[in-house]
Nanobody
Framework: QVQLAESGGGLVQAGASLRLSCVVP????????MGWFRQAPGKEREFVAA????????YYRDSVKGRFTISSDNAKNTWYLQMSGLKPDDTAVYYC?????????????????WGRGTQVTVSS
Protein backbone atom coordinates (compact mmCIF):
# COMPACT_ATOMS: atom_id res chain seq x y z
CA GLN A 1 0.00 0.00 0.00
CA VAL A 2 1.39 3.35 -1.05
CA GLN A 3 0.60 6.19 1.33
CA LEU A 4 0.67 9.75 0.13
CA ALA A 5 0.76 12.70 2.49
CA GLU A 6 -0.61 16.12 1.59
CA SER A 7 0.01 19.27 3.58
CA GLY A 8 -0.07 23.02 3.20
CA GLY A 9 -3.77 23.78 3.31
CA GLY A 10 -5.26 26.53 5.41
CA LEU A 11 -7.65 29.44 5.72
CA VAL A 12 -6.75 32.44 3.58
CA GLN A 13 -8.40 35.51 2.13
CA ALA A 14 -9.26 35.88 -1.52
CA GLY A 15 -6.23 36.81 -3.57
CA ALA A 16 -3.77 35.03 -1.29
CA SER A 17 -1.42 32.18 -2.17
CA LEU A 18 -0.81 28.72 -0.78
CA ARG A 19 1.53 25.91 -1.68
CA LEU A 20 0.33 22.37 -1.20
CA SER A 21 2.79 19.53 -0.83
CA CYS A 22 2.42 15.84 -1.55
CA VAL A 23 5.09 13.42 -0.36
CA VAL A 24 5.23 10.18 -2.33
CA PRO A 25 7.29 7.14 -1.25
CA UNK A 26 10.57 6.89 -3.14
CA UNK A 27 10.24 4.45 -6.01
CA UNK A 28 6.61 5.33 -6.61
CA UNK A 29 7.48 8.99 -6.93
CA UNK A 30 9.95 8.37 -9.74
CA UNK A 31 7.73 6.00 -11.71
CA UNK A 32 4.33 7.62 -11.48
CA UNK A 33 2.14 10.14 -13.11
CA MET A 34 0.41 12.36 -10.59
CA GLY A 35 -2.65 14.50 -10.24
CA TRP A 36 -4.27 17.02 -7.95
CA PHE A 37 -8.00 16.87 -7.34
CA ARG A 38 -10.38 18.72 -5.07
CA GLN A 39 -13.77 18.14 -3.56
CA ALA A 40 -16.05 20.80 -2.16
CA PRO A 41 -18.93 19.95 0.20
CA GLY A 42 -21.84 18.43 -1.68
CA LYS A 43 -19.90 18.24 -4.94
CA GLU A 44 -18.08 15.53 -6.83
CA ARG A 45 -14.33 15.27 -6.80
CA GLU A 46 -12.95 17.30 -9.67
CA PHE A 47 -9.68 17.47 -11.55
CA VAL A 48 -7.37 20.37 -10.81
CA ALA A 49 -3.98 19.61 -12.37
CA ALA A 50 -1.80 16.72 -13.43
CA UNK A 51 1.67 15.82 -14.63
CA UNK A 52 2.42 13.06 -17.10
CA UNK A 53 5.93 11.62 -16.93
CA UNK A 54 5.56 9.72 -20.18
CA UNK A 55 4.35 12.76 -22.06
CA UNK A 56 6.39 15.25 -20.10
CA UNK A 57 3.52 17.66 -19.86
CA UNK A 58 1.19 19.22 -17.37
CA TYR A 59 -2.56 19.64 -17.48
CA TYR A 60 -4.78 22.17 -15.71
CA ARG A 61 -8.49 22.68 -15.47
CA ASP A 62 -9.49 25.89 -17.20
CA SER A 63 -10.49 27.74 -14.05
CA VAL A 64 -7.00 27.45 -12.51
CA LYS A 65 -4.85 28.05 -15.58
CA GLY A 66 -2.49 30.91 -14.94
CA ARG A 67 -3.06 30.70 -11.18
CA PHE A 68 -1.97 27.18 -10.21
CA THR A 69 1.34 25.50 -11.03
CA ILE A 70 2.59 21.94 -10.52
CA SER A 71 6.22 21.42 -9.61
CA SER A 72 8.34 18.80 -7.92
CA ASP A 73 11.43 18.33 -5.82
CA ASN A 74 12.92 14.99 -6.84
CA ALA A 75 15.34 14.95 -3.93
CA LYS A 76 12.44 15.18 -1.48
CA ASN A 77 10.02 12.91 -3.38
CA THR A 78 7.56 15.76 -3.20
CA TRP A 79 5.04 17.25 -5.59
CA TYR A 80 3.77 20.78 -5.12
CA LEU A 81 0.73 22.71 -6.18
CA GLN A 82 1.45 26.41 -6.03
CA MET A 83 -1.84 28.30 -5.88
CA SER A 84 -2.08 32.04 -6.30
CA GLY A 85 -4.94 34.47 -6.75
CA LEU A 86 -7.14 32.18 -4.69
CA LYS A 87 -10.88 32.61 -4.95
CA PRO A 88 -13.72 31.47 -2.68
CA ASP A 89 -14.65 28.93 -5.40
CA ASP A 90 -11.30 27.25 -4.79
CA THR A 91 -12.46 26.21 -1.33
CA ALA A 92 -12.30 22.41 -1.08
CA VAL A 93 -10.37 19.48 0.26
CA TYR A 94 -7.41 18.97 -2.05
CA TYR A 95 -6.06 15.51 -2.80
CA CYS A 96 -2.98 14.26 -4.56
CA UNK A 97 -3.01 10.97 -6.40
CA UNK A 98 -0.56 8.83 -8.37
CA UNK A 99 -0.59 5.92 -10.76
CA UNK A 100 2.01 4.12 -12.83
CA UNK A 101 0.52 5.34 -16.07
CA UNK A 102 -2.41 7.67 -16.50
CA UNK A 103 -4.01 7.89 -19.93
CA UNK A 104 -6.73 10.36 -19.04
CA UNK A 105 -5.35 12.56 -16.28
CA UNK A 106 -8.64 14.35 -15.67
CA UNK A 107 -10.38 11.18 -14.49
CA UNK A 108 -10.08 10.21 -10.81
CA UNK A 109 -10.46 6.47 -11.44
CA UNK A 110 -7.24 6.48 -13.47
CA UNK A 111 -5.26 6.90 -10.25
CA UNK A 112 -4.27 4.05 -7.94
CA UNK A 113 -3.20 5.77 -4.74
CA TRP A 114 -4.56 8.79 -2.94
CA GLY A 115 -3.68 10.96 0.00
CA ARG A 116 -6.15 11.86 2.73
CA GLY A 117 -6.48 15.45 1.61
CA THR A 118 -5.78 18.90 2.96
CA GLN A 119 -8.42 21.57 3.50
CA VAL A 120 -8.18 24.86 1.63
CA THR A 121 -10.63 27.56 2.64
CA VAL A 122 -10.73 30.92 0.87
CA SER A 123 -12.76 33.69 2.44
CA SER A 124 -14.17 36.59 0.47
Amino acid sequence: QVQLAESGGGLVQAGASLRLSCVVPGRTFHLSDMGWFRQAPGKEREFVAAFSRSGGRTYYRDSVKGRFTISSDNAKNTWYLQMSGLKPDDTAVYYCAVATEVRRPQLPYEYEYWGRGTQVTVSS
